[in-house]
Each structure stands twice: as structure tokens, then as C-alpha cells.
């Protein structure tokens, strides 16, 4: 049955998205572990608001305009940004923001904690920094233990910051090394005079195995939420856990083994993910999408794809971060029950 929407679109089922929240945030619950959710998947307030209402204790963002429009509404009081932030009109767009809520960040490098200490020397109250540490992924972090404790003392040393803990968005299926650097790490610092009260971790692929790197004080997730392909694939969640999806129509069947639908490259983005085509078509196990340009996805199968012109599609993409900062709104749903337009209040804020 075909739904009664223009096509491309975003849909999310409330439902499952909300089932989603519950089932995670009663595993930290049960393992004594602090949830801060990322808000890059969804980036939409109403969520980050269930989020907290469930028992989330603030939430996580990366930029700056990214956090404003999650506490634009006043539901949200306390925010990690988790990137290093550069420049005097970022640090001084930080420090407003710190007026509104609870606010903490990270920092790599002494470069980054000096210009935000520039910008905090004077504030009432000192800025907490984590250090982020390069735990095995290879993104941004301090290389080394030793590292980590120098930054620490730096921060410490600075006007205007407090040093708050340790920050990593440790590799997959690598508890047990990232402990042992962590606890290197939280050692070295705690021989001096500082404490680390707070030592954040996270990522959607390990997320039920969180609970074996039992140092972290809590865990920094987005995805979940959610839910996608690639997590599928890792054996993380099922297809029916999967909150958002996009609906297609096919507009093309040149051929009875190839079909072409409406969402290309702008809708479903080019996001492999290690996996072999652009999302997996609900009930259609046989269907690959082999190929996105901007406007058109290319559907094949080794037999008939029994499609026709005008047939919707729901599929679930590789990656469903990228997709959802695609469109200005998403289509909400609580099953099959149509609720309406959302927009998307954090798309596209990169700054």
C-alpha cells in the first residue's frame, strides 16, 4: 500500500524510536552507567527532550549551532560538545551558551585550551574540558597516557577551564585495550592533584558490550536511536528496530532485472560504510541498490524485480546520521498512522 506522501522522504516511526531509547537507556540503568545521547542522529529537540526525559543526563552535540537549537526550547540543561573548538567567535558563541546551561567540552591540544581559556578567563564559573584520548580509532585524541596527564595539567593551570576527565570514542570490540590506556591515563593524572571524575566513552556498534569497560562514568551514543544498516549488519539491532527509513518511488523499470527510483545521492547520501550498495529495500531482500547519482538510485536484482512505475519503497539506509541532516523536515509516524512534517531544527549546523 502505497502511503500519501510526495516522495523522497524521511519517515521516522515515534514507536520505534522511542522503544529504542527505553531498551538502551534501562541497559545503563541496570549497569550503573550515565547516558549522554548524541543528538547528530535525530537533531531533533522533541527527541533530545524524550531522551532526557527517560534519564539521560544532558546530551552530547559536536558544533556549537548544533547544541543552540537543541536548548533553544529550555528542555535541555546540560551539554558535552565533543570537538575541538577553534577561533575567538566560536569561543565567544561558547561562552553565551554557557550562560544557558551546563555546559562542557574537549580538548587535544593545547592550542584549542588556551584560545578557550582567552575566552573564560573572566567567567564566573571555570569551563570543565575533558581531554579526548586516541584510544586505537585514529580521529582526534591525545596519542599517549603520558600525553593525556600533561594536557590535564595544562588545563589545570589555565584561567578560566577546570579539568573535568577523559573523553574517547574507542574502536569497536576493544574494551580491554582501551581500558588499559584509560587507566594509564587516570593514573598518571592522579598522582598529581587532580582527580578524573569523569571518563566519557560511546559508539552504536558496541553499545550492549558497553557495560566491559567498566571505567567509563558514561557513554555517548547516537545512532540507536535509530538505527541503520550498518548496525543491522553488525548484529547490533533488527530490521524492525529501525526508526527511520526513507520512502522512494520507483519511477523507471527500463528492464525487468533493473529499476530507478526517486532518491539518489540527496536522500540516502553515498555513505558505504564497508557495505555492498546504497540501503536494504524493506521486504525485498533480492533488490540492491547498486547505484546513487544526485537525483536517481539504480535498482538490480538476477531476476525480475516485480516492480512497477509508481510502486513506494521503504528503505533503510546504510547510515542513518547522514540521512536525516538531508531534508529540512522528516515525516513522523507512529506506525502507520501519519503525524505529520518535523523540521529538522539542527540540519546543517556546522559551525
Known sequence: MNLPLDTPAVLVDLDIAEANVRAFQSYCDSHGLQLRPHIKTHKLPRLAKFQ????AIGITCQKITEAEAMVANGDIHD???????????????????????R???????ITVAQGLS????????????????????????????????????AIKDLPGLQFAGLMTYPPAGAATAVT?????????????????DVISSG????????????????????????????LVTRGTCQWSDCALTVLATVV??????????????????????????????LGHPDLTIDQLSEEHGRIVSDAPTGLSVGDQLRIVPNHACVVANMLEH??????????????????????
Request: proline residues 5%; charged residues 20%; glycine residues 8%.
Open 52 to 55: 532526557v526525559q527517560q534519564g
Open 79 to 101: 551539554v558535552l560538545l565533543t570537538y575541538n573548538i577553534l577561533g575567538r567567535e566560536k569561543v565567544a558563541r561558547l561562552r553565551a551558551l554557557s550562560d544557558r546551561v
Open 103 to 109: 555546559l562542557s567540552v574537549v580538548a587535544d591540544n
Open 118 to 153: 582567552d575566552g573564560f578567563a573572566d567567567a564566573a564559573t571555570p569551563l570543565p574540558v575533558l581531554v579526548e584520548c586516541n584510544t586505537g580509532a585514529d580521529r582526534c585524541g591525545v596519542a599517549t597516557p603520558a600525553a593525556a596527564a600533561a594536557l590535564a595539567q
Open 180 to 196: 588499559t590506556w584509560l587507566a594509564e591515563a587516570k593514573d598518571l593524572i592522579e598522582t598529581t592533584d587532580l582527580t578524573v
Open 203 to 230: 559508539g552504536s556498534p558496541d553499545m550492549w558490550r558497553a557495560h566491559e569497560m567498566p571505567m567509563a562514568t558514561e557513554y555517548r551514543i547516537g545512532t540507536y536511536i535509530y538505527n541503520d544498516r550498518s
Open 252 to 281: 523507471s523499470t527500463p528492464t525487468e532485472t533493473r529499476a530507478v527510483i526517486d532518491a539518489g545521492s540527496k536522500v540516502l547520501t553515498s555513505d558505504l560504510l564497508g557495505l555492498d550498495g546504497f540501503g536494504h529495500v
Open 330 to 351: 522528516v515525516t513522523l509516524l507512529r506506525g502507520d498512522k501519519i503525524l505529520g512534517p518535523e523540521p529538522v531544527a539542527a540540519r546543517g549546523q556546522v559551525w
